[in-house]
Protein backbone atom coordinates (compact mmCIF):
# COMPACT_ATOMS: atom_id res chain seq x y z
CA UNK A 1 0.00 0.00 0.00
CA UNK A 2 0.74 3.61 -0.92
CA UNK A 3 -0.42 5.29 2.29
CA UNK A 4 -2.65 7.37 -0.44
CA UNK A 5 -6.09 7.20 0.47
CA UNK A 6 -9.39 8.68 -1.66
CA UNK A 7 -13.09 9.03 -0.52
CA UNK A 8 -15.03 7.90 -1.44
CA UNK A 9 -14.56 4.78 -3.63
CA UNK A 10 -17.40 4.55 -5.53
CA UNK A 11 -19.88 7.65 -6.96
CA UNK A 12 -22.74 7.44 -8.68
CA UNK A 13 -24.17 10.91 -9.89
CA UNK A 14 -26.63 12.38 -12.66
CA UNK A 15 -25.23 14.50 -15.19
CA UNK A 16 -25.57 17.97 -14.72
CA UNK A 17 -24.74 17.18 -10.94
CA UNK A 18 -21.86 18.30 -8.98
CA UNK A 19 -18.93 15.90 -7.34
CA UNK A 20 -16.37 16.06 -4.91
CA UNK A 21 -13.62 13.75 -4.96
CA UNK A 22 -10.88 13.51 -1.89
CA UNK A 23 -7.12 12.75 -1.83
CA UNK A 24 -4.73 12.28 1.61
CA UNK A 25 -1.40 12.37 0.54
CA UNK A 26 1.43 9.90 1.91
CA UNK A 27 2.67 11.42 4.79
CA UNK A 28 5.73 13.78 3.66
CA UNK A 29 4.60 14.57 0.48
CA UNK A 30 3.18 18.24 -0.14
CA UNK A 31 2.78 17.45 -4.44
CA UNK A 32 -0.81 15.74 -5.07
CA UNK A 33 -1.68 14.95 -8.78
CA UNK A 34 -5.12 14.08 -10.96
CA UNK A 35 -5.96 11.99 -13.27
CA UNK A 36 -8.84 10.82 -15.34
CA UNK A 37 -8.57 7.21 -16.65
CA UNK A 38 -11.13 5.89 -18.50
CA UNK A 39 -12.12 2.18 -18.92
CA UNK A 40 -9.80 0.37 -20.71
CA UNK A 41 -7.34 3.67 -21.40
CA UNK A 42 -4.16 4.91 -19.41
CA UNK A 43 -5.08 7.61 -16.82
CA UNK A 44 -4.86 11.02 -18.09
CA UNK A 45 -3.34 14.15 -16.24
CA UNK A 46 -5.84 16.75 -15.08
CA UNK A 47 -3.44 18.79 -12.60
CA UNK A 48 -0.94 19.04 -9.87
CA UNK A 49 -1.26 20.98 -7.25
CA UNK A 50 1.67 21.83 -4.78
CA UNK A 51 1.64 23.42 -1.82
CA UNK A 52 -1.46 24.73 -2.58
CA UNK A 53 -1.08 26.28 -5.56
CA UNK A 54 -2.20 24.65 -8.67
CA UNK A 55 1.09 23.37 -10.88
CA UNK A 56 0.34 22.20 -14.02
CA UNK A 57 -2.57 21.43 -15.74
CA UNK A 58 -3.94 19.08 -18.81
CA UNK A 59 -6.29 19.40 -21.29
CA UNK A 60 -9.18 19.35 -19.23
CA UNK A 61 -12.24 22.32 -19.02
CA UNK A 62 -12.59 24.31 -16.13
CA UNK A 63 -15.51 22.86 -14.58
CA UNK A 64 -13.00 20.36 -12.87
CA UNK A 65 -10.90 22.28 -10.59
CA UNK A 66 -9.09 21.51 -7.59
CA UNK A 67 -8.35 22.62 -4.13
CA UNK A 68 -4.71 21.81 -1.69
CA UNK A 69 -5.13 22.07 1.95
CA UNK A 70 -2.58 23.38 4.69
CA UNK A 71 -2.19 19.27 5.42
CA UNK A 72 -1.56 18.60 1.71
CA UNK A 73 -4.98 16.45 1.01
CA UNK A 74 -6.60 17.74 -1.77
CA UNK A 75 -10.04 17.97 -3.43
CA UNK A 76 -11.12 17.36 -7.23
CA UNK A 77 -14.48 19.50 -7.57
CA UNK A 78 -16.03 18.49 -11.23
CA UNK A 79 -19.22 21.20 -12.27
CA UNK A 80 -22.09 19.90 -14.46
CA UNK A 81 -21.21 16.06 -14.68
CA UNK A 82 -21.35 14.47 -18.65
CA UNK A 83 -21.70 11.00 -18.83
CA UNK A 84 -18.32 11.10 -20.50
CA UNK A 85 -17.37 11.96 -17.08
CA UNK A 86 -17.41 8.38 -15.75
CA UNK A 87 -14.52 7.04 -14.78
CA UNK A 88 -11.99 6.14 -12.00
CA UNK A 89 -10.54 9.30 -10.47
CA UNK A 90 -6.91 8.30 -9.38
CA UNK A 91 -4.86 10.62 -7.01
CA UNK A 92 -1.14 10.50 -6.45
CA UNK A 93 1.36 11.99 -4.35
CA UNK A 94 4.80 12.99 -4.48
CA UNK A 95 7.56 14.47 -2.46
CA UNK A 96 8.31 17.48 -4.73
CA UNK A 97 6.56 18.40 -7.73
CA UNK A 98 8.51 16.20 -9.95
CA UNK A 99 9.57 13.22 -7.80
CA UNK A 100 8.20 9.79 -7.93
CA UNK A 101 4.20 9.68 -7.42
CA UNK A 102 2.53 6.87 -5.44
CA UNK A 103 -0.94 6.42 -6.78
CA UNK A 104 -4.28 5.71 -4.25
CA UNK A 105 -6.64 3.13 -5.11
CA UNK A 106 -8.99 5.54 -6.87
CA UNK A 107 -12.51 6.46 -6.94
CA UNK A 108 -14.95 5.36 -9.76
CA UNK A 109 -17.45 7.70 -10.56
CA UNK A 110 -20.87 6.95 -12.99
CA UNK A 111 -22.74 9.31 -14.20
CA UNK A 112 -26.27 8.63 -15.45
CA UNK B 1 2.85 15.75 -30.73
CA UNK B 2 3.01 13.89 -27.35
CA UNK B 3 2.13 10.15 -26.99
CA UNK B 4 3.26 7.32 -25.60
CA UNK B 5 1.97 4.15 -27.49
CA UNK B 6 1.77 0.53 -26.30
CA UNK B 7 2.60 -2.44 -29.47
CA UNK B 8 0.21 -5.19 -28.16
CA UNK B 9 -2.68 -4.48 -26.19
CA UNK B 10 -2.52 -8.46 -24.37
CA UNK B 11 0.06 -10.67 -23.26
CA UNK B 12 -0.29 -14.13 -22.56
CA UNK B 13 2.55 -16.26 -21.64
CA UNK B 14 2.94 -19.53 -19.01
CA UNK B 15 4.62 -19.31 -15.76
CA UNK B 16 8.35 -19.19 -15.30
CA UNK B 17 9.07 -17.95 -19.25
CA UNK B 18 10.08 -14.31 -19.26
CA UNK B 19 7.87 -11.75 -20.72
CA UNK B 20 8.92 -8.45 -22.51
CA UNK B 21 6.49 -5.47 -22.99
CA UNK B 22 6.93 -3.00 -25.18
CA UNK B 23 6.24 0.51 -25.41
CA UNK B 24 7.01 3.57 -27.68
CA UNK B 25 7.07 7.20 -27.54
CA UNK B 26 7.42 10.32 -29.86
CA UNK B 27 8.98 13.03 -27.93
CA UNK B 28 12.75 12.86 -28.53
CA UNK B 29 13.01 15.49 -25.44
CA UNK B 30 11.07 13.60 -23.08
CA UNK B 31 14.00 12.80 -20.12
CA UNK B 32 12.24 10.44 -17.87
CA UNK B 33 10.06 6.86 -18.49
CA UNK B 34 8.20 4.84 -15.86
CA UNK B 35 6.46 1.51 -15.87
CA UNK B 36 3.89 1.09 -14.15
CA UNK B 37 1.68 -2.43 -12.84
CA UNK B 38 -2.13 -2.02 -12.52
CA UNK B 39 -4.44 -4.75 -10.55
CA UNK B 40 -7.33 -4.68 -11.27
CA UNK B 41 -9.34 -2.24 -8.02
CA UNK B 42 -6.16 -1.03 -7.12
CA UNK B 43 -4.07 2.17 -8.68
CA UNK B 44 -0.60 2.18 -10.74
CA UNK B 45 2.17 0.60 -8.79
CA UNK B 46 5.28 2.34 -9.47
CA UNK B 47 7.95 -0.46 -11.27
CA UNK B 48 11.07 0.89 -12.44
CA UNK B 49 12.13 4.15 -13.88
CA UNK B 50 14.60 5.04 -16.32
CA UNK B 51 16.38 8.75 -17.31
CA UNK B 52 17.47 9.32 -20.73
CA UNK B 53 20.20 9.44 -20.38
CA UNK B 54 20.92 5.74 -19.15
CA UNK B 55 20.62 2.54 -22.01
CA UNK B 56 19.20 0.00 -19.15
CA UNK B 57 18.06 -0.30 -15.41
CA UNK B 58 17.32 -3.74 -13.65
CA UNK B 59 15.63 -3.98 -10.72
CA UNK B 60 14.35 -6.92 -8.73
CA UNK B 61 13.17 -9.28 -11.40
CA UNK B 62 12.60 -6.53 -14.18
CA UNK B 63 14.91 -4.34 -16.55
CA UNK B 64 14.09 -1.61 -18.54
CA UNK B 65 15.60 -1.25 -21.82
CA UNK B 66 15.63 2.19 -23.41
CA UNK B 67 16.60 2.90 -27.54
CA UNK B 68 16.59 6.69 -27.59
CA UNK B 69 17.48 5.92 -31.58
CA UNK B 70 14.16 4.23 -32.29
CA UNK B 71 12.17 5.83 -29.39
CA UNK B 72 11.21 2.31 -28.04
CA UNK B 73 11.00 1.59 -24.41
CA UNK B 74 10.95 -1.98 -23.29
CA UNK B 75 9.84 -3.74 -19.87
CA UNK B 76 11.33 -7.31 -18.98
CA UNK B 77 9.91 -9.71 -16.30
CA UNK B 78 12.22 -12.89 -15.58
CA UNK B 79 10.36 -15.69 -14.58
CA UNK B 80 7.13 -14.60 -14.75
CA UNK B 81 4.57 -15.42 -11.71
CA UNK B 82 0.74 -15.30 -11.78
CA UNK B 83 1.11 -12.54 -9.47
CA UNK B 84 2.27 -10.39 -12.55
CA UNK B 85 -0.46 -10.77 -14.35
CA UNK B 86 -2.12 -7.21 -14.50
CA UNK B 87 -2.01 -4.05 -16.75
CA UNK B 88 1.23 -2.39 -17.50
CA UNK B 89 1.53 1.39 -18.40
CA UNK B 90 4.59 3.23 -19.60
CA UNK B 91 4.58 6.71 -19.05
CA UNK B 92 6.66 9.54 -19.61
CA UNK B 93 7.59 12.59 -17.64
CA UNK B 94 9.14 15.72 -19.22
CA UNK B 95 9.44 17.84 -15.80
CA UNK B 96 6.55 19.85 -17.05
CA UNK B 97 5.63 20.41 -13.02
CA UNK B 98 5.29 16.17 -12.47
CA UNK B 99 2.90 15.57 -15.65
CA UNK B 100 2.96 11.79 -16.24
CA UNK B 101 1.54 10.82 -19.96
CA UNK B 102 0.56 7.41 -20.06
CA UNK B 103 0.17 4.92 -22.51
CA UNK B 104 -2.98 2.81 -22.87
CA UNK B 105 -1.63 -0.46 -21.30
CA UNK B 106 -0.74 -4.43 -21.97
CA UNK B 107 -2.33 -6.57 -20.04
CA UNK B 108 -0.33 -9.49 -19.20
CA UNK B 109 -2.10 -13.07 -18.54
CA UNK B 110 0.10 -15.40 -16.99
CA UNK B 111 -0.81 -18.93 -17.55
CA UNK B 112 0.15 -21.48 -14.42
Known amino acids: ETGVTQSPTHLIKTRGQQVTLRCSSQ?????VSWYQQALGQGPQFIFQ???????GRGNFPPRFSGLQFPNYSSELNVNALELDDSALYLC???????????FGPGTRLTVT | GESVGLHLPTLSVQEGDNSIINCAYS??????FIWYKQESGKGPQFIID?????DKRQGQRVTVLLNKTVKHLSLQIAATQPGDSAVYFC???????????FGQGTELSVKP
Open chain 1, 92 to 102: ASSLEQVGEQY
Open chain 1, 49 to 55: YYREEEN
Open chain 2, 27 to 32: NSASDY
Open chain 1, 27 to 31: SGHNT
Open chain 2, 50 to 54: IRSNM
Open chain 2, 91 to 101: AENKNQGGKLI
